[in-house]
């Protein structure tokens, strides 16, 4: 009895240190957790959450670029007079709040002139009202009604017309510059290119599409005869494929270092590299070879898509206000063209 009550003792102390090691083992993993979310938290850490940027963005920034008011704008100014642009926002009355206040705090106001679509209208904000059903389902609906309301309304007031999205950020500038070369008699239009469905590529809805003024006559008078009705919710294919019909041409935006200037995902998923899931549909999709990392992308890009409110800020204070000392430019797309020519 004696040497079973020795062995029972024996168990019973090896349970409670492995008890009590565990018990020490939770408290101790516990507090070093907190103590560094509030070590955390006391240097900065910032929640990035929904919630938060909405509580931090009831109203809009607006930046102060009366520092760079001896900066040299007169190439920028002479094509806001020669290329002019109208820019369209895909919006819903959802969103005016959440989204598209800020894109009218931002980067609108380079364009000449804007519009924001919707299904009803807001004459406070103000929006054009469509008169359709929200939701993916009636994009392409919408797009054609958008296109028929300025081409009643407005065709006269730009020669190229931009469809953006209300999470899309433009560099309106960039666009001008590579509109420059064009005109906008001719049939075509601009965007990121994507290669399946259409022969000549699509373009993704999502990075903005630009259309010069003889495309949009074209598209808005064969929308008018029911000919260009394409039973599809992809309203960036349905519009591609219609133009592709009326042969306008899909334009390269690539820059004269082959680098792409429309960008279908936010920043970061294009500059680091194998962001990108292997598996993901960008891959398959995209019409020209993909380059991954800080050549992903012009130093003249045109847009990013997927930006939500806190990123539209960023994106407009370092396009257009913070500046490298000591430097004037870092790309002369003119050189750039002539130094591949030579190669």
């Known amino acids: 009895m004696a040497g079973k009550r020795s062995v029972i003792c024996v168990v019973k102390f090896l349970c409670g240190v ?31 959450s929904d919630n938060h940027q909405r509580r931090y963005l009831e109203g809009t920034i607006s930046f102060n670029t009366r520092q760079h008011k001896d900066e040299s704008r007169s190439l920028a100014d002479d094509l806001y007079k020669r290329v002019r642009i109208l820019c369209w926002v895909m919006t819903g009355p959802q969103n005016l709040e959440k989204k598209t206040k800020h894109v009218k705090a931002t980067w609108v106001k380079h364009c000449n002139s804007v519009l924001y679509m919707s299904s009803e209208e807001n004459k406070d904000f103000p929006t054009v009202g469509l008169d359709v059903i929200e939701g993916r389902d009636e994009l392409n609906w919408k797009t054609v009604k958008a296109f028929r309301y300025i081409s009643d309304h407005h065709l006269n007031e730009a020669d190229w017309f931009l469809k953006a999205d209300d999470d899309t950020y433009v560099i309106v500038e960039n666009l001008r ?38 495309a ?14 394409y039973s599809t919710v992809q309203e960036d294919v349905a519009i591609s494929k ?34 990108i899931p292997r598996s993901s549909w960008y891959r398959k999709y995209c019409f020209y070879p993909i380059t991954e990392g800080p050549g992903c992308c012009s130093d003249l890009t045109v847009s990013f898509h997927y930006v ?35 190669t």
């Open 18 to 48: 492995g008890l009590g090691y565990y018990i020490c083992y939770v408290l101790i993993n516990g507090i070093g957790t907190l103590l560094i979310q509030f070590l955390n938290d006391a240097h900065g850490a910032i929640s990035d």
């Open 177 to 214: 510059w590579l509109l420059s070369k064009y005109s906008p008699d001719q049939p075509i239009f601009f965007g990121r290119k994507f290669k399946p469905f259409v022969k000549q590529g699509f373009m993704s809805g999502g990075a903005g599409y630009v259309l010069s003024k003889e």
């Open 216 to 229: 949009v006559k074209r598209y808005v008078d064969i929308c008018k005869t029911g000919k260009c009705s």
């Open 242 to 275: 219609c133009l592709a019909d009326l042969n306008v041409s899909a334009g390269d935006s690539r820059d004269t270092n082959k680098r792409e200037t429309f960008h279908p995902l936010p920043p970061e998923h294009h500059l680091i590299k194998k962001y």
């Open 308 to 342: 939500d409110p806190v990123n539209m800020y960023l994106l407009e204070y370092l396009t257009y206000c913070l500046r490298p000392y000591g430097y004037k430019y870092r790309y002369y797309p003119e050189s750039a063209a002539k130094e591949l020519k030579e």
